[in-house]
């Protein structure tokens, strides 16, 4: 970076504010994933104008931005990937506006998710998508990254709760989005096409999100079954019956064995567990749906079925699901966590061939998530001092990604693709549509600075 | 257009269907709006491929392609401002795939609501979204304008369920955008992205919708109101609760008055009028939310709260509201339908000035809508073969749809802009906005022949 773009940079934000320091730059190296590149040095923005400031020198010089918030992406999203600037949106965390009778809220990007729950509860209203991350990661990111979570079953993911944006394009130029309404059809939805759209076309700089009233009631239930496919039954049925549970959770024989050996959880050998949590505003019609479930859980042959009582003993049919991140944690191995998407009616065939795929490449995984959705927690275990394991990964990962594709399914239910996925992208998506999201891109950064190396936007034919 | 075109075109279809007849292209040159515009040519295709090669050929000539379902859009969305072809995409009209354990459904463009309906029925399953003319109206032209309806307030709009589409570029490419899975963050949200863009970007070939259980029971209650504030915050007192109701529609005072002369109806003389729905599995429960609600009703000074215990009484409740369409028309007035949309808590505000501008501009007007999402109908009268009355109509229009937008809202809940309301886009969208909105048009149809004359993406700054 030369010395007068450093000064413009200055000018922005205040020296306090860049840093080119060794120590920090290695920092804004990292999220969470496996991938590393440095920034040539980080900023942090704290208002609209100074994002718009630091866009249009960016693009006049063809400097790489990347926006930064939480840190907690699981795909390279975050990571510089060409150096460049990282810009850290975590100080513009003011939450703007509750309004309940709108339904609505306005966020600035670096809110801290949880906090933003903290906030609503009192309401009686909260925000449905819940990502694992959740206690650290911003809102900012759930937007570029469409997040979602264990409520998706019923509630959806971010993008159904996004109703405007404020951005900055590449340009500099500032931009409302959408509109604070339940409803509109009013032009291109440029908002929702934000959404998910991992810095690459704009930078988020305000964010109305709607929220819903929280319900009053839970029931929780737990069912073992001896066979995926048995499991699986027990999935399309609920799918196809009138009750649409909040939490379908799934967890595969494997895990089962783990949790059982090294987080002393009691059990069964079984090939799957499902959980499942109904919601509402009176108890007894929590209960009605739970019963429901239950009984098509019996119709599929589960091996058990236990239903909570009390808070105390859903919170234990919870502790299976609850302890797997910290069981991991625990395991000091390393590991891949996905999170491949699937039509519900193909889980069971999609559980299957996976083990059929640990098989063929040598390589140790298990499955849990949330089969309500179809979206599932495939985890790879590997050594990555170990040559050998490290060669069979990628093969494993391909083939993983093809199934999902072959099964009519997705290659990130919430993650985003970032730079772990790019290169699987022709695997679900024709070239036309290819082509046109880098025609989308060219159009709105034809410099390429917002993130780039990203999407696969730069090298996809 | 010459010789060869129109040949290569009728090898493309057969000559039995291309028309140049002026019978043909009169029907043609209308939808319900009051635009009108005389087509060079119609042609109905059955399939993808045939699509692709009207699109090639009409993109190399620069020939106009403006898609058309059952015609029943209010805002000149079918008609074909600039002439060219018309491509009537009705007899595409095949159901092709029900998977209710994933909760989707496969359909061709030209499917006709009320028979996708039909269809769902056997399984108790059902597409959310209603608009009013869903006996004719296409699923596709529901794709199109991101249409609405009744059940928008619990249910959401058409872009909530639109999972997957197959589209043809301006080009001729063909793509599949979306995915079949409940959820996804891979890559740009094209799918969204073409829900709404009434066929100026694309042409939607096959549609893949999620869809939903059906609620076994409903409960109904009509409250009367003596005056819009009372009313209005009924509506905030709602929205501010547990409850999401189904339905929560709102009659104003002037539609009341309306329907008591000529409907004769049994109404009292009052300045607003809520109808409200609950739905859900059991009889207890919608009882449940709908007591709650009776409570809120009350507590904002309802003169009369009224609860159907039969579905008979139910039906008589709804009387006054599904009477409104089948009044217009015995009135034999001429009108202008609008779907202006603000956020809920401006409701009464919205309504006690439109009344204030009805006066101003002396033109008669009513409202009626859809409280619980914000999109209110205002009506407005006026004769079309007074010169005066026409000459104050325009700047009435333009002075709600500035209201609406100064109080936050959005100037189309569900009708879309089309060519009535693309002169008021600089009230809701700021020039980046409307810039980035013309950009991405061009770079997906650089030749403009995908509806051209739409949507203001012609003409604005």
Known sequence: MDNATRQALI?????????????DLVSYSYDASSYEHRPDCAMWAVSTEQVSRILSVANEKGIPVTVRGAGTGLGGLAVPAQGGIVLDLTRMNSILEISIPDRLAVVQPGVVYADFQAALAPYGFFFPPDPASGVVCTLGGNVATNAGGLHAVKYGTTRDYVLSLEAVLASGEVMRVGARTMKTSSGYDLCRFLVGSEGTLAVITEITLKVAPKA????????VFHTLEDAGEAVTRVMHSEVTPSVLELLDGSVISLLREHAHIDLPDVEALLLVETDGMTEGYVRFQLEKIAEMFRGCNAAEVELAATEEEAEGLWKARKSIGGMMGALHLDYIPEDITVPMSQIATFLRQSEELSRIHGLDLFNFG?????????????????????????PLLYDLHKLACDLGGTLSGEHGIGMTKAKYLPLEHDRTALKTMRTLKQALDPNNI????KMGLDFFP
Chains 1, 2 share one sequence.
Do not use: C, S, Y
């Not at 000018?11 to 120590?23: F, Q, R, S």
């Not at 009053?216 to 069912?223: Q, W």
């Not at 949330?370 to 001092?385: C, E, K, P, R, Y």
């Open 370 to 394: 949330h089969a309500g959705d179809g979206n599932l927690h495939t985890n790879i275990f590997f050594d990555g001092n170990d040559p050998d394991q490290v060669a069979r990964l990628e």
């Open 11 to 23: 000018d922005i934000v205040g020296p306090e504010n860049v840093t080119e320091k060794i120590m």
């Open 216 to 223: 009053a009631h839970r029931a929780t239930a737990l069912a």
């Open 450 to 453: 917002l993130n780039p190396g």
